[in-house]
C-alpha cells in the first residue's frame, strides 16, 4: 500500500504519479477520438468507425438490457466510465506506469460521481420530490436503512475497485520477488482478464445503481414492482 | 522476546488466518452462487443474458467482502495505526 509517488508539486498541493497518469489517459482519450471521428461517413465506413460503431452499440445494448428505453439519456455517462476504468486498469501492464485506479482516490472520485449521478438521474426523471419520497418506502421507519445504504455501496463501489487493481499489480510484483523472469506472465494474464471483468462490473453496478433511482416513481405508481427494484437497489 | 518481536510475530500470524478465514466464506458463497447460475442456464438457456448480468454483479458483491479482508490484512502489514504506541 504505497502511496504514488509525488512527480511535482504545484503549491500546496503534491501532483502524484496517479494523477499525471490520468491526464496521460485524457489526453489519449482526447486525441483518439478526435482522429477517429475527423472522417465519418455513413456510406463506406472505415476500420475504425466501424470498430468505435461495434464498440458504441454494444454499450448501449447492454444499458438498453437494464433499462429499456433510456439508453440514450446514459450512454455518455456509463460509456465513458466502462471506457475510462477498462483502459485505466489496463495501464497497469505497460512498464513503467500504475493503474490509476490502484490508487483510492481515483476510484474513490469514480464513485463520488456515481453517487451524484444516481441522485441526478433521479430527479431528472421523476421530480424531486417523487424521488425523494422512495426514501420514504415501504415504510418511514426504513429511512436510516436507505440512507446508510446510500453511502455504504459508494464506498464499496471505491474499495472494490481499488483492492482489485491494487492487489493485482501486488500478486505480480510478489511472484517477481519469490521467483525468475518468466513466472509473472501467467499473472499478468489474468491481469487482463480481472482488469477488464472489474471494469465492466464497475459500469453495471453504477447502471444499476442508477436504475434503481431513476425507477423509484414506476415503483410507487404499482406496487407489484417494488420487490423487484427494492432487489435492484439492494447494498453490497 | 521484547514487544517488538511480540508485534511482528502475532501480526503475521493474524494477518494469515485473517486471510484464510476471510477468504473460506466467500468462496463458498461464490460457489453457491455459481451452481445456481449454472442450474438455471441449463434450465432456461434464453434466459442467459440476464442470469449472466446477475450473477456479475451477485459475484462483485461477494468478492467485495474478500476484498474488505485483503485491505484489512495489508492495513495489519503495512501501517498498522497502533505501531505507534509502541514505538513511543
Known amino acids: 500500500m504505497e502511496a504514488a509517488s509525488v512527480v511535482f508539486t504545484l503549491g500546496w498541493l503534491r501532483i502524484t504519479t496517479t494523477v499525471v497518469t490520468t491526464w496521460g489517459l485524457m489526453l489519449v482519450f482526447g486525441i483518439g477520438c478526435w482522429l477517429a471521428t475527423r472522417q465519418l461517413s455513413a456510406d463506406n465506413p472505415g476500420l475504425v468507425q466501424t470498430a468505435l460503431e461495434g464498440a458504441v452499440q454494444s454499450i448501449e445494448a447492454a444499458i438498453d438490457g437494464v433499462l429499456p428505453g433510456r439508453a440514450e439519456l446514459l450512454l455518455p455517462f456509463i460509456g465513458t466510465l466502462w471506457l475510462f476504468v477498462a483502459v485505466a486498469n489496463l495501464t497497469g501492464l505497460v512498464p513503467e506506469l500504475h493503474s490509476p485506479t490502484a490508487d483510492l482516490s481515483t476510484t474513490a472520485a469514480l464513485a463520488f460521481l456515481v453517487f451524484l449521478s444516481v441522485h441526478w438521474f433521479g430527479i431528472r426523471s421523476s421530480g424531486v420530490k417523487d424521488y425523494l419520497r422512495h426514501y420514504l418506502t415501504p415504510s418511514p421507519i426504513l429511512l436510516p436503512f436507505h440512507v446508510l445504504g446510500e453511502f455504504s455501496r459508494t464506498l464499496a463501489l471505491a474499495m472494490r475497485l481499488f483492492g482489485n487493481i491494487m492487489s493485482l499489480e501486488m500478486a505480480a510484483l510478489l511472484v517477481l520477488l519469490v521467483a525468475g523472469l518468466l513466472v509473472p506472465v501467467p499473472v499478468l494474464m489474468l491481469h487482463i482478464v480481472e482488469a477488464l471483468v472489474q471494469a465492466y462490473i464497475f459500469g453495471m453496478l453504477a447502471l444499476i445503481y442508477i436504475a434503481g433511482g431513476m425507477q423509484s416513481h414506476e415503483a410507487s405508481e404499482n406496487p407489484e414492482a417494488t420487490q423487484t427494484d427494492d432487489k435492484k437497489g439492494s447494498t453490497p | ?88
Do not use: C
Open chain 2, 1 to 88: 522476546m521484547s514487544d517488538m518481536h511480540w508485534f511482528v510475530l502475532i501480526s503475521t500470524v493474524a494477518a494469515a488466518v485473517a486471510i484464510a478465514i476471510g477468504i473460506i466464506f466467500p468462496a463458498i458463497a461464490m460457489g453457491k452462487a455459481i451452481t445456481q447460475a449454472l442450474e438455471s442456464l441449463a434450465r432456461q438457456p434464453e434466459a442467459e443474458k440476464s442470469i449472466t448480468r446477475t450473477l456479475f454483479i451477485g459475484l462483485a458483491m461477494i468478492e467485495s467482502l474478500a476484498i474488505y479482508v485483503l485491505v484489512i490484512v495489508l492495513i495489519i502489514l503495512f501501517r498498522n495505526p497502533l505501531l505507534e504506541y509502541l514505538l513511543k
